[in-house]
């Protein structure tokens, strides 16, 4: 029979206490103004480092809160988990200051950069178990390792130890601030942190505005507010992989549920946009759900001149990931568009192309042939990126009175999504 000690409530007193035990484990990451996004918002915005945790996210808080309740012989019987690959970072980590063993299993599209750092962090005593599509496969599959071995399920969001242990957040930031912000914007993923941080905030009597931000190919949430309880996604856009869970927590729903919670969502375009801004600008390195909290700034309704603050959650991002983030942030902005072209069967037809199609501000970033055993009469795939996004009408008037057959491969088509 796997043991599992008694759950203790998702409280305010909880989440203090559980900042207690993880103290010397999570650090009290940095409080940062952000003067790029105050101006361009007009709010006093501050951004909590979670990328700065020893794991770069804020899941170790959760994590060993989790584990360090736990008894020493259910400790010797081991610990396994499902993650994305933050979570698994944090129970990597306190395996080893637990001197616990521990199997992680991670989805195929977790980045590799992800896993190598989850094997790093755990020292020797940590598997690396790569398994299914979705985060779903890989919990499905952790849940029936630890039901055969006896091993304990660390879950990496729904569970009050989990909740809680990440909720210490809350304390710190208003302590950081001197006062309760205006406003604090936490992504969401299956939902632990907005969890948390909304039961100390209100329990403790602030009246600040939380405002939880998905994913749009995974408001796994949302859903499950609408429903009245967690609710399986029929799919989930895996881009936001830290935040790219299918279904919502029962604890986190029950958590969030009453609590004066706005959800938002913003699209994966818009997320890239914000990663390359907060490199460019900021110097900082963030993954995607990382980039998610600041990305909804500019949707959201506040009063000007108010203090926000924004979790920047997570900085695991893999490098070779960035051609793929660019390209997301251009389509999203309008600057890069792709075409299908049929040239006429005549000479010179690509030459007169480039010199009365195309703007003096428009490059080609993709020109292939779609059928290379027939490269004359066969259309052709091409990639243009505009100056402006204005630019498009004038291309778009151009294409229509030139002697080309021209099909635009619109963003959303199953082609469209084979490009990116």
Same mark, same amino acid.
């Given at each position: 029979m796997n043991e599992q000690p008694p759950l203790a409530p998702v409280s305010a007193d909880a989440i203090? $206490?559980?900042?207690?035990?993880?103290?010397?484990?999570?650090?009290?990451?940095?409080? $940062? %103004? @952000?003067? %790029?996004? @105050?101006?361009?918002?007009?709010? +006093?915005?501050?951004?909590?480092?979670?990328?700065?945790?020893?794991?770069?996210? /804020?899941? =170790?808080? !959760?994590? /060993?809160?989790?584990?360090?309740? #736990?008894?020493? $012989?259910?400790?010797?019987?081991?610990?396994?988990?499902?993650?994305?690959?933050?979570?698994?970072?944090?129970?990597?980590?306190?395996?080893?200051?637990?001197?616990?063993? !521990? %199997?992680? /299993?991670? *989805?195929?599209?977790?980045?590799?950069?992800?896993?190598?750092?989850?094997?790093? #962090?755990?020292?020797? @005593?940590?598997?690396?178990?790569?398994?299914? +599509?979705?985060?779903?496969?890989?919990?499905?599959?952790?849940?029936?390792?630890?039901?055969?071995?006896?091993?304990?399920?660390?879950?990496?969001?729904?569970?009050?130890?989990?909740?809680?242990?990440?909720?210490?957040?809350?304390?710190?930031?208003?302590?950081?601030?001197?006062?309760?912000? !205006?406003?604090?914007?936490?992504?969401?993923?299956?939902?632990?942190?907005?969890?948390?941080?909304?039961?100390?905030?209100?329990?403790?009597?602030?009246?600040?505005?939380?405002?939880?931000?998905? *994913?749009?190919?995974?408001?796994?949430?949302?859903?499950? =507010? %609408?429903?009245?309880?967690?609710? +399986?996604l029929p799919s989930v856009d895996t881009f936001v992989d830290g935040a790219a869970v299918g279904r919502a927590g029962a604890h986190t729903h029950a958590a969030v549920r009453d609590r004066g919670v706005d959800l938002v969502t913003v699209e994966e375009g818009r997320v890239c946009t914000e990663m390359l801004d907060l490199y460019q600008s900021d110097g900082i390195i963030a993954e995607p759900a990382g980039a998610l909290a600041t990305a909804a700034l500019l949707a959201l309704d506040l009063l000007p001149g108010s203090d926000v603050v924004c979790v920047v959650s997570g900085g695991n991002n893999d490098v070779s990931r960035y051609g793929e983030v660019l390209e997301r942030s251009l389509v999203h902005r309008g600057l890069k568009h792709y075409f299908l072209v049929s040239f006429p069967q005549e000479p010179g037809a690509l030459r007169r192309f480039l010199d009365e199609v195309l703007g003096p501000d428009d490059d080609i970033t993709l020109f292939e042939y779609v059928k290379r055993n027939n490269r004359e009469t066969g259309p052709a795939l091409i990639g243009v990126e505009l100056a402006d996004p204005g630019d498009l009408t004038g291309l778009l008037e151009r294409l229509e009175v030139s002697p080309v057959s021209v099909e635009p491969v619109e963003p959303g088509s199953p082609f469209f999504q084979f490009l990116v």
């Open positions: 203090e $206490e559980s900042a207690r035990r993880v103290a010397g484990v999570a650090v009290r990451t940095p409080l $940062e %103004r @952000s003067t %790029r996004l @105050s101006r361009l918002t007009g709010l +006093d915005v501050w951004l909590k480092r979670e990328d700065l945790q020893p794991v770069r996210s /804020y899941k =170790i808080r !959760g994590a /060993y809160n989790f584990m360090a309740q #736990l008894s020493e $012989e259910t400790l010797t019987r081991g610990v396994v988990c499902a993650s994305a690959g933050n979570h698994g970072q944090g129970v990597a980590l306190a395996c080893g200051r637990l001197r616990a063993e !521990g %199997r992680i /299993y991670v *989805p195929k599209t977790t980045p590799r950069q992800k896993r190598d750092r989850i094997a790093a #962090l755990g020292g020797g @005593s940590v598997a690396v178990v790569v398994l299914g +599509d979705t985060y779903e496969e890989a919990s499905a599959a952790a849940a029936a390792d630890a039901a055969r071995t006896g091993a304990t399920l660390v879950p990496a969001f729904d569970d009050p130890r989990t909740i809680n242990g990440q909720g210490t957040v809350a304390p710190e930031i208003v302590e950081q601030l001197g006062h309760a912000p !205006g406003a604090v914007v936490v992504p969401v993923g299956g939902g632990g942190l907005l969890a948390g941080t909304a039961t100390w905030l209100r329990e403790r009597g602030h009246t600040t505005r939380i405002v939880g931000v998905e *994913p749009a190919g995974a408001a796994c949430l949302a859903a499950a =507010i %609408r429903a009245g309880g967690p609710v +399986d």
